[in-house]
């Protein structure tokens, strides 16, 4: 998964702390998805995002959640007031443009104690 | 709801025989399906991929049916090789769209 990064690849914290895990999208991407993974389920698309804008972010909670891609520097998944249910692996996907395949990340893996 | 189903939870497979992955779909919006496979620890790998005006599409020992009237794909892998050992997933999108929707994933085992 050479081009799509994502840190730190694990990361624990205790519950009502923030997390924050950065992704560097592939050299030449500008669109850049967040997708959660359950243990034994399919990846849940969160929140797609261009340079400065969020596109769609239908598949964020409402609530402690929220994503940016600014204009210099990786995008950032920042979770608030972790709770236990917040533990999944995080994963970052980039494309050049819409509608062409999506190439991933190799993951954050959030752990809350 | 699972709109993207993948109804074997995994597969074993002879090395050197046909691995035949399945994928069954319920939103009849959706026209673009993909293939990734991943392995532990890792993020998933983009295979190939199928547009809905196609019903067949081909990359060496990969190839993805469609099937759009019992809205279902397939990804056939031939020969099989230890390396193909992993979870695959199947994703769909609508309106070639970037909202990817995930099946559960198949875990293929290739057998020496």
């Known amino acids: 998964n050479a081009g799509v990064m994502q840190n730190p690849r694990h990361l624990v914290r205790r519950r009502g702390q923030e997390a924050r895990l950065r992704c560097s999208p592939m050299k030449g991407h500008s669109h850049v998805y967040w997708y959660r993974q359950l243990p034994e389920e399919g990846l849940k698309f969160m929140v797609y995002l261009q340079k400065e804008n969020i596109i769609d972010e239908s598949g964020m909670p409402k609530e402690r959640f929220s994503a940016e891609f600014p204009k210099e520097g990786p995008s950032i998944l920042r979770i608030q007031q972790v709770v236990r249910g917040d533990s999944a692996a995080y994963f970052c996907a980039s494309s050049r443009e819409q509608g062409k395949p999506q190439h991933f990340g190799d993951g954050t893996r959030l752990s809350i104690l | 709801d699972q709109q993207v189903k993948q109804n074997s939870p995994s597969l074993s497979v002879q090395e050197g025989r046909i691995s035949i992955l399945n994928c069954d779909y319920t939103n009849s919006m959706f026209d673009y399906f993909l293939w990734y496979k991943k392995y532990p620890a890792e993020g998933p790998t983009f295979l190939i991929s199928?547009?809905?005006i196609k019903d067949k599409n081909e990359d060496g020992r990969f190839t993805v049916f469609l099937n759009k009237s019992a809205k279902h794909l397939s990804l056939h892998i031939v020969p099989s090789q230890p390396g193909d050992s992993a979870v695959y997933f199947c994703a769909a999108s609508a309106d070639s769209n970037y909202q990817l929707i995930w099946g559960a994933g198949t875990k293929l085992i290739i057998k020496p």
């Open positions: 199928i547009s809905s």
